[in-house]
């Protein structure tokens, strides 16, 4: 019998052309890119170059691209982005009530904030339901 996965949504396997250029960070060249010594220093080469290869292929700068460690920290960070960015325009957020609890903590948190969070219910179809 096949194995039909489903949930590459949270987790999915490498393309052998992906694993094969990953490997040597996995076992040679494993520094923190943030360190100053030459392991370090050779990951941020590796981190800035793969930076300049995406911004490239998706036609945006360098300082436009930033890279996470997870789906939960993407959330986070690009809810807080466009708060941020657009905190002129109100302190006024809605989302619904079956988002990923990283979009609902993250909301939650704005709460503290001063933000106002509107909660949106949705029915068994997972549409809007509105009063």
Known sequence: ????????????????????????????????????????????KAVDCARAKVAKAIGSTEKEIYFTSCGSESDNLAIKGVVKANQEKGKHIITSKIEHPAVLNTCKNL???????????????RFYKFG
């Open 1 to 44: 019998m096949n194995l039909i996965y489903f949930d590459h949504a949270a987790t999915t396997p490498v393309k052998e052309e992906v694993l094969k250029e990953m490997l040597p960070y996995f076992s040679d060249n494993y520094g923190n890119p943030s360190s100053i010594y030459s392991i370090g220093r050779r990951s941020k």
């Open 111 to 125: 709460e503290k904030d001063g933000y106002e969070i509107a909660y949106l219910n949705v029915d068994e179809n």
